[in-house]
Nanobody, 117 residues
Framework: QVQLMESGGGLVQAGGSLRLSCAGSGSIGSVNDMGWYRQAPGKQRDLVAVITRGGRTNYADSVKGRFTISRDNAKNMVYLQMNRLKPEDAAVYYC???????????WGQGTQVTVSS
């Protein structure tokens, strides 16, 4: 089992920045990819960014150049630095962890990000 706990959400003005953190625990050694997803009211949960254990990253087109995902394997942490936030970035942000065997995706409880215009 893997447990994930997000922190760092809140209210920010458009153009501002926030840094989300996700702390992993449990069988975290079985995890390869970790990432961030977001879900706005009435919408599906979408990928924001993902990072492999080796540090390769992938981003949604809507956040490229504004968001940066990073990872500290020694501390079992993954971060999402969000700059130049827009109202459309407002959502509940979820941390994810992909267990390699058996294949399974774990989720955190989510953290709310609100962006005022």
């Amino acid at each position: 089992q893997v447990q994930l706990m997000e922190s760092g959400g809140g209210l920010v003005q458009a153009g501002g920045s926030l840094r989300l953190s996700c702390a992993g625990s449990g069988s975290i050694g079985s995890v390869n990819d970790m990432g961030w997803y977001r879900q706005a009211p009435g919408k599906q949960r979408d990928l924001v960014a993902v990072i492999t254990r080796g540090g390769r990253t992938n981003y949604a087109d809507s956040v490229k150049g504004r968001f940066t995902i990073s990872r500290d394997n020694a501390k079992n942490m993954v971060y999402l630095q969000m700059n130049r936030l827009k109202p459309e970035d407002a959502a509940v942000y979820y941390c994810s962890a992909d267990q390699t065997f058996p294949p399974r995706r774990y989720w955190g409880q989510g953290t709310q990000v609100t962006v005022s215009s």
